[in-house]
T-cell receptor, first 112, second 119 residues
C-alpha cells in the first residue's frame, strides 16, 4: 500500500533563505507526483506536476525534483518570502491506479 | 485557467438536516472528486466520479451520497447531517485517467473548499 510521508511537519525560516521540503513514497511505481500549496482555510493550489519519466520541474522560484528509484521528491524554494507561508502537500498517483495519495503536508512559516 | 468552484465557503446546518454541497468545473474534466480534510487526518476521499452518471465510493463514503448528472457538476449530499461531519470539504477535478499518456499529464485542480459546521 502506497504511503506518502513529508518531513518535517513544520518549518520556520527567516525571509530570504533557500529551503527544501521533502516528500517520500514507499512504492516507486507511480504515474506522477504533484506538489500543492494550501493557505489556512482555503483549497489546494497546484504548484508543480512531475511525470514519472521526468526528473524535475520548475516554476519561478520553485523547483521540484523526482527520484523514483529512491522514492523521493523535493520542493526547493529559492529566496523565501513571508507570502510563501503556507502548508505544502505532495501527492502521487500509482501506476495502474486512479486515486491520489496525499502526504500530511509541511507547514512553512517564513519570518519577515 | 482551470476553475473549480464550490457553492458555499461557509455553511452551518443542524443535526438531521439534508445538506447539498455543489461543485462546478469549467475545464471539461471527466474525473471529479470529493474529499474532506480534518486536522491530524489529512485529506480523505469520500466519493469520486469517472464521468457523467458514474460514481464510485472512496475511502469514507458512509453518510454521504453523490450525484453527477452533468459533466461539469458534482454534488455531495449529506442525507442526515451529524456533528461528526463537521469538516472542510474539498472538491477536485482532472482530465480522464484513461490511457498512460493522459494520466501522466493529468494535473488535479481543487476548489476553494466549504467549511461545514453541523450543530
Amino acid at each position: 500500500k502506497q504511503e506518502v510521508t513529508q518531513i518535517p511537519a513544520a518549518l520556520s525560516v527567516p525571509e530570504g533563505e533557500n529551503l527544501v521540503l521533502n516528500c517520500s513514497f514507499t512504492d516507486s511505481a507511480i504515474y506522477n507526483l504533484q506538489w500543492f500549496r494550501q493557505d489556512p482555510g482555503k483549497g489546494l493550489t497546484s504548484l508543480l506536476l512531475i511525470q514519472s519519466s521526468q526528473r524535475e520541474q520548475t516554476s519561478g522560484r520553485l523547483n521540484a525534483s523526482l527520484d523514483k528509484s529512491s522514492g523521493r521528491s523535493t520542493l526547493y524554494i529559492a529566496a523565501s518570502q513571508p507570502g510563501d507561508s503556507a502548508t505544502y502537500l505532495c501527492a502521487v498517483i500509482n501506476t495502474g491506479g486512479f486515486k491520489t495519495i496525499f502526504g500530511a503536508g509541511t507547514r512553512l512559516f517564513v519570518k519577515a | 485557467d482551470v476553475k473549480v468552484t464550490q457553492s458555499s465557503r461557509y455553511l452551518v446546518k443542524r443535526t438531521g438536516e439534508k445538506v447539498f454541497l455543489e461543485c462546478v468545473q469549467d475545464m471539461d474534466h471527466e474525473n471529479m472528486f470529493w474529499y474532506r480534510q480534518d486536522p491530524g487526518l489529512g485529506l480523505r476521499l469520500i466519493y469520486f466520479s469517472y464521468d457523467v452518471k458514474m460514481k464510485e465510493k472512496g475511502d469514507i463514503p458512509e453518510g454521504y451520497s453523490v450525484s453527477r448528472e452533468k459533466k461539469e457538476r458534482f454534488s455531495l449530499i449529506l442525507e442526515s447531517a451529524s456533528t461528526n461531519q463537521t469538516s472542510m470539504y474539498l472538491c477536485a477535478s482532472r482530465i480522464t485517467a484513461r490511457g498512460n499518456f493522459r494520466i501522466k499529464n493529468n494535473e488535479q485542480f481543487f476548489g476553494p473548499g466549504t467549511r461545514l459546521t453541523v450543530l
